[in-house]
């Protein structure tokens, strides 16, 4: 059976600042019923995520370029290309700041957001504990390591319940699913098998030659992992914006 856990510890200081009364200068209206909504609303989440790596004190919203995560644990079970239990710690991401917003839509119904990003490079590193097998590889290790993506695509459907509060409407992010794709992988592990050094070296250039299967393999965990931080984030951000300041037109 296929079994996956994560936890991502992060975000979890968070404190919860007033939300914005006033209409910050990040933040575009757009008009659902307008026939221009798809372009108004793409052009506003662009605006939107080059301010927020940066990061919101005011609701309490760390920078996010680069993106620092205590810990991030992978569990996953035999079944599939990949059994893996692993854990990263001292995370650092980089590359949030550069998001191309290709598309936003807002479904005019239920409020579900559709939204498609884009980019060149994201970079992590860290130090890794892991034990597992991704291909036919068996793998040992802990250390520092490396992983830099090429050319990310993001398709991100967001399910959203559309809340009141003191007058305001707020954005309910009740979940999230993505679809990504990336276009290269470059990886390292260091201190592989306890430092035994031609097996590391050797292990380290056939997980990058063959990085193709290796991203598809671990794509369910990157998926998982990408939903998770992205929630955490969307959801200090709409909890505390509300949804009035980007679309003029919400029936009650
Ligand atoms: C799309 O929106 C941007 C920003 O509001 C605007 O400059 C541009 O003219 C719009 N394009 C179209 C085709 O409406
Ligand atoms: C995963 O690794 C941790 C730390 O090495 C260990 O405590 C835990 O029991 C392992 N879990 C499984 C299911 O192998
Ligand atoms: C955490 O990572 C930073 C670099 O990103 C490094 O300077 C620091 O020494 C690391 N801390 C630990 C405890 O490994
Ligand atoms: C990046 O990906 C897009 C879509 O998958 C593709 O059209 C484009 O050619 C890629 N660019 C590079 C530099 O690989
Ligand atoms: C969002 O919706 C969930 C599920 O209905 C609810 O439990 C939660 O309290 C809501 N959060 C906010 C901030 O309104």
């Known amino acids: 059976m296929f079994l996956t856990t994560l936890l991502v510890c992060f975000l979890a200081d968070f404190a919860f600042g007033d939300f914005y009364r006033t209409q910050p200068d990040f933040v575009r209206t757009c008009l659902k019923n307008d026939p221009g909504f798809i372009n108004c609303s793409t052009h506003a989440v662009q605006v939107l995520f080059n301010k927020i790596p940066e990061g919101l004190p005011e609701i309490g919203l760390p920078p ?12 996953q079970g035999a079944g ?17 700041g550069k998001t191309e917003v290709q598309y936003n839509s807002v479904d005019p119904k239920t409020y579900d957001f559709l939204t498609k990003l884009h980019l060149d490079r994201l970079r992590l590193e860290g ?12 793998l040992r290790g802990k250390g520092n390591c490396w992983f830099d993506a090429k050319n990310i695509s993001i398709v991100a459907k967001s399910d ?9 409407h707020f954005y309910n992010i009740t979940g999230i699913h993505v679809d990504f794709d990336i276009q290269g992988l470059k990886l390292h592990m260091g201190n ?10 050797s292990t380290n250039a056939y997980l990058n030659a063959n990085w193709k299967p290796v991203a598809e393999s671990l794509n369910p965990i990157l998926t ?6 992205m929630i955490g984030i969307l959801r200090t951000v709409f909890d505390n914006l509300p949804a009035d ?3 003029a037109d919400i029936e009650d």
């Open 127 to 138: 130090n890794y504990e892991l034990l597992g097998r991704i291909l036919v590889i068996p």
């Open 192 to 201: 592989l098998f306890d430092g035994i050094k031609a097996l590391e070296e």
């Open 64 to 75: 996010l370029d680069p993106l620092k995560l205590d810990r991030l644990t992978v569990l």
């Open 80 to 96: 599939g290309p990949v059994t893996v239990n692993a854990s990263l710690t001292n995370v650092t991401v980089r590359g949030f």
């Open 224 to 229: 998982k992992t990408v939903e998770d931080i």
């Open 160 to 168: 959203v319940k559309m809340t009141k509060r003191e007058g305001f």
């Open 245 to 247: 300041f980007f679309l």
